[in-house]
């Protein structure tokens, strides 16, 4: 595949995420179900999309196929992008007592899936709707982590990795501060880094990462990791 992709999987965030703020009260008297209904749809858009494109990486089929399925999921990305912003500047984050679980993680995810520009502002709406009990804890962490990753900052959480093009490995972005990465995934309830490397197929030693940073900078550099090519997926 010819562009950098972040392998962060949000298909699976309900395996990865444990998270502080995982506790809802939902009257379904109150949901909105016209907007619920939308969401929903944008959420199944979102993740089968994605799973498609997973599906063939998995199976190993041709590479043209996977670009393919990938340029497929990014068009739905432009596309659910302008109804979460609409949707967004108009009620605000919405929780699953307003709209259900899928509905609020549609909301997340698209957000996850955008441009910096986008996730730079609704990541202050973001952070109200956690204070708020309106979304969950890691994924604000999440966001964070890709909004200073793009940045060309250290992630707080390791949660953001990419593949070496030189070495076909996979790579954790550079973490601030690694001896205390698991004191800060707790308090956002994500699951310990060694667990979370595992769906990665790798196997987490905090001296090893350090030793081995200066080796992940340069293959930032060298793969051109910027927030000018950088997509997510």
Same mark, same amino acid.
């Given at each position: ?119 730079? +502002?609704? #990541? *202050?709406? =973001?952070?109200? @709707?956690? $204070?708020?009990? !309106?979304?969950?804890?890691? %994924? ?70 350090? +030793?081995? #940073? *200066?080796? =992940?900078?340069? @293959?930032? $550099?060298?793969? !051109?990791?910027?927030?000018? %090519?950088?997509?997510?997926?």
């Amino acid at each position: 595949m010819k562009q950098i992709f972040l392998i962060i999987i949000l298909a699976f965030l309900n395996l990865v995420s444990f998270a502080q703020v995982n506790t809802f009260t939902i009257d379904s008297s109150k949901l909105n179900k016209p907007l619920m209904l939308v969401l929903d749809t944008i959420y199944k858009a979102d993740q089968g999309s994605r799973y498609k494109a997973m599906d063939l990486s998995k199976a190993k089929a041709a590479p043209s196929r996977i670009d393919s399925a990938v340029h497929a999921a990014h068009i739905a990305d432009s596309l659910n992008l302008i109804k979460v912003t609409q949707i967004l500047d108009k009620h605000g984050w919405l929780g699953p007592q307003d709209v259900g679980i899928d509905g609020s993680n549609a909301l997340f995810l698209v957000i996850q899936h955008a441009n910096l520009a986008t996730q730079q +502002k609704y #990541l *202050p709406m =973001i952070r109200t @709707a956690v $204070k708020d009990g !309106k979304t969950l804890s890691s %994924n604000l962490a999440l966001l964070e982590d890709r909004v200073n990753m793009r940045e060309g900052k250290t992630q707080a959480y390791g949660s953001q990795l990419f593949r070496n093009r030189s070495t076909g490995k996979m790579c954790f972005y550079p973490i601030a501060d690694p001896d205390h990465v698991d004191e800060r995934r707790k308090a956002m309830g994500l699951q310990p880094i060694a667990e979370y490397a595992k769906y990665f197929s790798l196997t987490w030693d905090v001296e090893e990462y350090k +030793k081995n #940073l *200066p080796e =992940i900078e340069k @293959a930032i $550099k060298e793969n !051109k990791l910027t927030t000018k %090519n950088f997509r997510s997926f």
